[in-house]
C-alpha cells in the first residue's frame, strides 16, 4: 500500500491508542508486521507551547521508518505552524485525529466534535498540505449521535478535496465510544464513494478477518487497535510464533531502552490484562504482577 510516495510493507496499520501505543509497544508490533505504526495523539497546542511530556511522545525508533504522527486540533493555523516544528519535520506522514470521542478532547472542539465542522475540517488539511507537502492522512467515525452516511461521506470526500492522502473510518458513531460493534457495512459504503487511500478500523480480532474485511468492503487497508493489545503477533500471516512469556519479555526489553523503571512497571499493567486474556491458570501471577513495584520482581514472576 502506498500513501502518497511512501510506500508501505503492509497493508496492516496500528492504531494510534492513547496510553497503549508507545515507543516499545510500537517497536513490538512492528518487528511482527505492522505496516505503519502511528505515535500516540499529540495536542498541536501542547507542541505550541513547548510541552515536555507532549514532546516526549514523538520519540520514535528506528524500525518504525517509515514514521506517522498523530496530532489533535480544531485551529487550522495551529497546526499549520506545528508542522514547521523540527520535532515534526523528521515525520513521513502527518495524521490528524477526526475521530477520538473522549469528552476531554471532544469539549474542546477536537477529535470527532470535528465532525459537525467539515469546512473546518478541510482547512486543517489543507493548512497542514500546504505547510509540509508530505502525505496527510485523517482519522473520523461514522458520525456523531448516530450513523449518518451521507454526512460522513460528505465529511470525507471535503478531506479529499483539500488534499488528504488517505482515510482512516472508526465504524463507530462517537456517542458509541468504544463499545457496541463496528459496522462495516457503513465503512464499506463510505469507502466506496472515496477516491483516495481508505483503511478501515474497528473489532478486528485476527490477521485472516483484517484480509477478509479488506476485500469484502474494498478498503486499501486494516487499521487495528485494541486486537493488537496483548497480540502484537495479529500482524504476522503466521501468528504464535512465540510465546506470551517471549513475547512479554521482549516487551519490558525494548521498555527499559527507552523508559525509567517506574514508568514501565507501572505502564505494563494494563497490557497484562490483554496478554493473560483467556489463559486459565493466570490469576495469581497477574495478581502479583499488577502489585510489582520493581522490574527485578516482574522477571521473577514470568520466568
Known amino acids: 500500500m502506498k500513501i502518497g510516495k511512501i510506500k ?12 497503549y ?57 495551529h497546526f499549520s505552524e506545528v508542522v514547521k516544528l523540527p520535532v515534526i519535520r523528521n515525520f513521513d506522514i502527518i495524521d490528524i485525529n477526526m475521530g477520538c470521542p473522549m469528552p476531554k478532547i471532544t469539549k474542546n472542539g477536537d477529535g470527532s466534535a470535528l465532525l459537525a465542522y467539515p469546512k473546518k475540517a ?16 485523517v ?20 478531506l479529499e478535496d483539500a488534499g488528504a492522502s488517505a482515510i482512516t473510518i472508526h465504524g463507530r458513531t462517537a456517542k458509541q465510544l468504544y463499545s457496541g460493534k463496528a459496522s462495516w457495512d457503513t465503512i464499506g459504503e463510505i469507502a466506496a464513494k472515496l477516491s483516495v487511500i481508505t483503511i478501515g478500523n474497528g473489532d ?6 483484517a484480509k477478509q474485511k479488506m476485500k469484502e468492503y474494498g478498503l486499501d487497508g486494516i487499521m487495528i487497535g485494541r486486537g493488537a493489545i496483548g497480540n502484537p503477533q495479529i500482524f504476522n500471516e503466521t501468528p504464535n ?32 490484562v490483554y496478554y493473560f486474556k483467556g ?19 516482574v522477571f521473577v514472576l514470568l520466568k
Open 8 to 19: 508501505l510493507d503492509s497493508s496492516l496499520l496500528l492504531a494510534p491508542m492513547a496510553g
Open 21 to 77: 501505543t508507545d515507543i516499545a509497544f510500537r517497536r513490538l508490533c512492528r518487528d511482527f508486521g505492522a505496516g505503519l505504526t502511528i505515535t500516540e495523539m499529540v495536542s498541536v497546542r501542547g507542541l505550541l507551547h513547548g510541552n515536555e511530556k507532549t514532546e516526549n511522545l514523538l520519540k520514535t525508533h528506528k524500525s518504525e521508518i517509515p514514521t506517522s504522527v498523530q496530532l489533535f486540533g480544531s485551529e487550522p493555523k
Open 122 to 137: 478541510a482547512e486543517i488539511v489543507a493548512a497542514c498540505v500546504k505547510a509540509t507537502k508530505k502525505p496527510v492522512t
Open 139 to 158: 482519522k473520523v467515525r461514522i458520525g456523531i449521535e448516530n450513523i449518518d452516511i451521507k454526512k460522513v461521506t460528505d465529511f470525507c470526500q471535503g
Open 204 to 209: 478486528v480480532e485476527s490477521f485472516v478477518d
Open 241 to 272: 510464533t512465540i510465546s506470551k512469556k517471549q513475547l512479554l519479555l521482549r516487551h519490558l526489553s525494548y521498555g527499559q531502552e527507552h523508559f525509567s523503571e517506574k514508568y514501565l512497571v507501572t505502564s505494563m499493567r494494563k497490557h497484562y
Open 279 to 297: 489463559l486459565d491458570g493466570v490469576r495469581e501471577l497477574k495478581a502479583n504482577l499488577m502489585k510489582a513495584e520493581r522490574l527485578e520482581e
